[in-house]
């Protein structure tokens, strides 16, 4: 029902732009998010985006670098990532679910997710 694609290997400093199509929900009424783990290191929550998009919310890490959005017409939410580093090596995720605006960073809070897409950032 979510598809994350986008991923890839990228030179630090670089950008990439993660795309996630859903399928079979009511996108629009739920709140979409983008997590992300590295090897050996538990999944950690990178932005969320409200229903509407007027509201997104961001991990320190990502601030300033990257850019949640979301198209409720074309059931669709995107990640744009700048300035990368080698730390944000991962396999990044899509998830969508009505988590409150307290809890937005619990991943055990989303009910549904895409299947990951990888990014490596070589240094």
């Known amino acids: 029902q979510l598809q994350a694609y986008g991923g890839g290997l990228v030179q630090a400093g670089g950008s990439l732009r993660l795309s996630c199509a859903a399928s079979?929900?009511?996108?629009?009424?739920?709140?979409t998010g983008w997590f992300r783990q590295a090897p050996g290191k538990a999944r950690e929550f990178v932005a969320a985006?409200?229903?509407?998009?007027?509201?997104?919310y961001y991990s320190d890490s990502v601030k300033g670098r990257f850019t949640i959005s979301r198209d409720n017409a074309k059931n669709a939410v995107y990640l744009q990532m700048n300035s990368l580093k080698p730390e944000d090596t991962a396999v990044y995720y899509c998830?969508?679910?009505?988590?409150?605006?307290?809890?937005?960073?619990?991943?055990?809070?989303?009910?549904?997710w895409g299947q990951g897409t990888q990014v490596t950032v070589s240094s």
């Open positions: 079979g929900l009511p996108f629009r009424t739920y709140t």
């Open positions: 985006s409200s229903w509407s998009g007027g509201n997104t």
């Open positions: 998830a969508a679910g009505r988590p409150i605006t307290s809890a937005i960073m619990i991943s055990n809070l989303y009910s549904h």
